[in-house]
């Protein structure tokens, strides 16, 4: 290759000939700080707030497909879905911050629910019904709480069924 040759050709890949050479790691100096920066804002500054808990809620066997079962003093239910998965329903109603009352006897759930059975959750202060299942049926356009539900084995081997809440704090 010719000298006239080598240098054409390493002006092709210099793009931004005027640029000096240290902008490089100056600016990679520059971008790691910026992102120590928003690391320690996201920590510091902007806390979000979340509670995460978990619960057992029992061994797997207390639970039925359409069974309910009531947890009062956590302010939960749990249904047995019909694909046997078991499903928690939060008992307070996020936007009006009422408790849901579990009626069996209304009517107005069986084609939502499991196994067609009867049942709503009612929130009276809105006048909002939902399904078993959480979803919504009428005077509300939104589904109650859900929350995560897994499954581990105590020492003894037994299935348990645990409810994983969670929830944004007031700031």
Partial sequence: MHNGEEKKSHK??????????????????????????VFLWGELVADPRIDVSQFDAGPI??????KI??????????????DGRIRAVDGRNEKSGCEVI???DDTRGISKNPLSITGVFLDR????VWALTGDAISGANYPLRTPQVTYKRDAE???????????????
């Fill in 12 to 37: 092709l890949f210099n793009l931004l000939p005027n640029i000096p050479p240290s902008l490089g790691p100056i600016a990679l100096i520059a971008f790691s700080a910026l992102t120590v920066l």
């Fill in 61 to 66: 066997e207390k639970f039925d497909i359409g």
């Fill in 69 to 82: 079962i009531t947890l009062d003093e956590l302010g939960f239910y749990l249904i047995g879905m019909e």
């Fill in 102 to 104: 579990y009626d069996r």
């Fill in 125 to 128: 202060c809105s006048d909002s």
């Fill in 157 to 171: 081997g037994i299935l348990h069924v645990w409810v994983e809440v969670i929830t944004v704090l007031d700031r």
